[in-house]
C-alpha cells in the first residue's frame, strides 16, 4: 500500500476530530518531499499538521461570517516553520545554541547511549547529583562508564531527571510503554461535561476574534498552539511563574501574538487570579491550554473536570510527553529525549548508515504536537458549538512520534539540506519585539481572505497584569 499522501493524512485527521467524514474543504498543497533531510516523513508531517490547523480556521471563520476562503500551505514552509526558532534572529544576531554544556548523548558501561536533557538548572544539577561528578562532559562521560544505559534511565526518572536511554523500534515495540501507547492516536477529543452549545462569536475581522485562551506551556509545542492561536486574531494570554525556570530565547520566537502575565499556583491568591480568568462572567476563558507535567497543574486544582465546572463550556487541552497512560504516563520528557526512547534516534541513524545516535533534523515532535493541539482546540470549539459540552483535547509527543512512523519512510530522504538563513529570505519578516528588533518566520498557513498575522509582539515574561484585554 501507498503511503498516504498529505492530503489524505490531512482528511484522516479531520475525520478522527470529528468534524466529518469527507474532510475540509480543499486547502492547496503546494511542495514536494523531502525538505529536510530525514529518512522520515517530516514535510508531510509539517504540511497535514499546520494545513489541519488553517482549515479549521478557515471553517470557523466561514461559520461565524458566511464567507468562505482559500486555504493553502507550502510545504518547504510549513517543514521550515517547523525549524523557526532556528531561523530567529534578533538585532541581526542568531540566537545562541540552546544546550546546556553537558546535555546531549553519551555511550553508557554496557556500550549503549543515553540521551541527558539538562538545560533547566536543576535536571542539571540532579543529574550530576546521581552521577557524582563535576559539571563538565570528560567528567559526565567518564562517570556513565559505572552505569548500564536503562539502569540510569530509571534511576533518573526516580528522581525527576530527563534522561533516555537509546532504543530501536523493536526495542520500543517491546517495552510496556511502547505497548501501552501502540494505539494511541495523534489526538484524541472527548466531551468531559455537559453545557448548552455555546455560538461562536459574531463575525469580526479576524476568525479567532473574541476567542480567550489561557497558554499555561513552556518550551515549544505548546507554545506553538498558542502561537497559532494568536495569529489569527485570538486573545491568548500566556500564564507563567516567576520561580520557574524557561527558555528565554524560545520565548522571542513563541510568544508572538501574546500577552504575558506571572502567577504564582503555590499561594492561593495565584489560584484565586487564574480561577477568575477561566470564569469571569462574559469574559470568561474559551480555551485552557497547558502542557506541564501530567498531574501538575490539576495538583494546584485545575483538573479538567474542575475547570468544566467552574467553567461548563470551556476547552481544555492537554499535553503530555509519554501520553499520560502505561508505566512511563507521569514521566518527564521533551522532543529529544522521546526520540531517543522510542527509536527515531537509532532508525535515522541506521538509514543514514552513521554510527550512534542521530537525530531528526528539527525538533518535529515538538512542533506536529503544537499544530495538532491547535487543530483540536479548533475542532472541539466547533463542535461545542454545535453539540454543546465541555471538551478535553490531548496530545503527546510520543503519539505524534508513533503518528509520524506510520506515515512512512522516504528511501532519498537525505538528499535534502538544510538552508541557511540567507536562503529563506521570502518566508521571513521584520517586527519589533520586547527583546529587539526581530526577524522571524511568517506562519505558513496561509488564508486569502484573513491572512495571519501576530498582532501583538513577544514580551519578556510577566509584562502583563492578569487580566483579559479590553
Not at 507554545?223 to 516567576?242: E, I, K, N, Q, Y
Not at 520566537?253 to 504564582?264: E, Y
Not at 485545575?302 to 461548563?312: V, W, Y
Request: net charge neutral; proline share 7%.
Amino acid at each position: 500500500m501507498a503511503d498516504p499522501t498529505p492530503g489524505e493524512i490531512l482528511t484522516t485527521l479531520w475525520r478522527q476530530a470529528g468534524l466529518g467524514e469527507s474532510g475540509p474543504d480543499p486547502v492547496a498543497l503546494t511542495g514536494t518531499e523531502p525538505a529536510l533531510p530525514s529518512s522520515f516523513r517530516v514535510g508531510a508531517a509539517a504540511q497535514s499538521t499546520v494545513a489541519a490547523a488553517t482549515a479549521a480556521v478557515a471553517e470557523i471563520h466561514r461559520r461565524r461570517s458566511g464567507q468562505a476562503q482559500q486555504a493553502s500551505v507550502d510545504m518547504r514552509h510549513a517543514t521550515l516553520e517547523f525549524h523557526s526558532e532556528h531561523y530567529m534572529r534578533l538585532a541581526g544576531q542568531g540566537p545562541r545554541d540552546p544546550w546546556d554544556s553537558i546535555a546531549g548523548t553519551y555511550r553508557c558501561g554496557d556500550g549503549r547511549f543515553v540521551r541527558l536533557h539538562t538545560n533547566f538548572p536543576h535536571h542539571r544539577a540532579g543529574v550530576l547529583r546521581l552521577l557524582g561528578c563535576e559539571g563538565n562532559r570528560q567528567a559526565v562521560a567518564a562517570a556513565l562508564q559505572g552505569w548500564t544505559a536503562f539502569a540510569f534511565e530509571d534511576t533518573a526518572a526516580e528522581a525527576g531527571m530527563c534522561v533516555s536511554a537509546m532504543r530501536s523500534f523493536a526495542e520500543w515495540d517491546a517495552h510496556p510503554q511502547g505497548q501501552a501507547v501502540a494505539g494511541l492516536p495523534p489526538l484524541r477529543i472527548e466531551r468531559i461535561g455537559e453545557a448548552p452549545p455555546t455560538p461562536l462569536p459574531p463575525a469580526a475581522a479576524r476568525p479567532l476574534q473574541g476567542l480567550r485562551v489561557l497558554d499555561l506551556t513552556r518550551v515549544i509545542a505548546g507554545p506553538v498552539c498558542g502561537r497559532t492561536l494568536a495569529a489569527h486574531g485570538a486573545d491568548v494570554l500566556h500564564v507563567s511563574a516567576a520561580h520557574l525556570p524557561s527558555f528565554d530565547h524560545l520565548l522571542v520566537d513563541t510568544g508572538r501574538g501574546k500577552r504575558s502575565t506571572q502567577l504564582d499556583l503555590r499561594s492561593e491568591a495565584g489560584r484565586a487570579a487564574l480561577r477568575g480568568l477561566v470564569a469571569q462572567g462574559d469574559k470568561s476563558a474559551d480555551v485552557f491550554l497547558q502542557g506541564y507535567r501530567p498531574g501538575a497543574i490539576a495538583g494546584q486544582g485545575f483538573a479538567p473536570a474542575e475547570l468544566a465546572a467552574l467553567r461548563p463550556g470551556i476547552v481544555c487541552t492537554s499535553l503530555s510527553a509519554y501520553g499520560e497512560v502505561g508505566p512511563w504516563g507521569a514521566r518527564r520528557g521533551f522532543d529529544s529525549l522521546v526520540q531517543t526512547a522510542t527509536g527515531f534516534n537509532h532508525a535515522e541513524a541506521e538509514a543514514a548508515g552513521t554510527e550512534g545516535p542521530k537525530v531528526l533534523p528539527c525538533q518535529a515532535l515538538d512542533h506536529a504536537s503544537g499544530y495538532l493541539l491547535a487543530f483540536g482546540t479548533l475542532a472541539a470549539l466547533l463542535r461545542r458549538a454545535e453539540e454543546g459540552g465541555s471538551w478535553l483535547v490531548r496530545v503527546s509527543l510520543v503519539g505524534t512520534g508513533m503518528w509520524l512512523r506510520r506515515l512512512g519512510r522516504l528511501p532519498g530522504g537525505f538528499a535534502a539540506t538544510v538552508p541557511g538563513i540567507e536562503d529563506i529570505g521570502d518566508l521571513l519578516e521584520e517586527s519589533g519585539s520586547g527583546f529587539g528588533q526581530l526577524t522571524a518566520m511568517r506562519h505558513s498557513g496561509r488564508l486569502s481572505a484573513t491572512p495571519p498575522h501576530w498582532a501583538l509582539p513577544s514580551v519578556p515574561l510577566g509584562t502583563h497584569p492578569p487580566v483579559w484585554a479590553e
